[in-house]
Each structure stands twice: as C-alpha cells, then as structure tokens.
C-alpha cells in the first residue's frame, strides 16, 4: 500500500504552499498527496483514502480541526491516523487543547516548509 498524506486547509493560497513543499515526496518516495479545503470534505477523504497522516487547519468552515481530529480519534478504525494540527491560533491553551485531544503535533503559521517536509518524512516512516 502506497503512503498517503491529506492536507486540509480552507486558504487556497496555504493549501497551494503546502502542496509545494511536499511534492517532492511525491516525485522521490511515491507518496499521494490529497487535499481538501474544509473539515466535512477532510473527514470525507479521511474515511475512503486512509491516509497515514494530515496536516489539519483549525479554523476552517463546516467542521473545525478540534472536530475534525476528534471524530477521527474516536473512530476505531481511523484512530491510527496522524494528525498535526496547523494554525494561527498559537496560544498554549489552543495547543494544549489540540495535544489532549488527539493530536501528534500543532505547528503554527507560519510555518518553515523544510519543517513541514522533515515532519511529513517522520511521520510516513520516509528514511533517505
């Protein structure tokens, strides 16, 4: 089974920067990259993909990341699914509240792309 990693960012002009920091993922390790640009649609694309990890916006339309990793959590079968929370929202409460329930990691915007890509690599198992 080949390695699949979800974005889910409501800004198109962050999701755009996200996907271009990882493609090179996708070109060397054959990792498929998805995208979906409001929580409703990523818990979509989490349910039928399976991917390994997400990188997961906080304040976004329809479902927010907090519900989103949470739903996630509390599903057996997706409970294994990684999820890094992204945001502005870069209180130690905020961060807090994102490691209890669920998250692997919260990383705030902005943020360094190479960070992304040594964090994307960790969490696929990607050894150069």
């Given at each position: 089974m080949g390695k699949k990693l979800l974005i889910v960012e409501d800004e198109l002009h962050i999701r755009t920067l996200l996907e271009q920091a990882l493609e090179d993922l996708e070109e060397e390790y054959a990792v498929e990259i998805l995208t979906a640009s409001d929580g409703e649609e990523g818990l979509a694309i989490i349910r039928q993909e399976r991917p390994q990890a997400v990188f997961l916006d906080i304040m976004m339309p329809k479902m927010n990341g907090y519900e989103?990793?949470?739903a996630i959590k509390q599903d057996p079968e997706l409970k294994d699914t990684i999820i890094v929370l992204l945001t502005a929202?870069?209180?130690?409460a905020d961060r807090r509240k994102g490691l209890?329930?669920?998250?692997?990691?919260?990383?705030?915007?902005?943020?360094?792309?190479?960070e992304v890509v040594e964090l994307a690599?960790?969490?696929l198992q990607i050894v150069d």
């Open positions: 989103v990793c949470r929202k870069g209180q130690e209890e329930i669920g998250a692997y990691d919260y990383m705030t915007k902005p943020f360094d792309p190479d690599k960790e969490l």
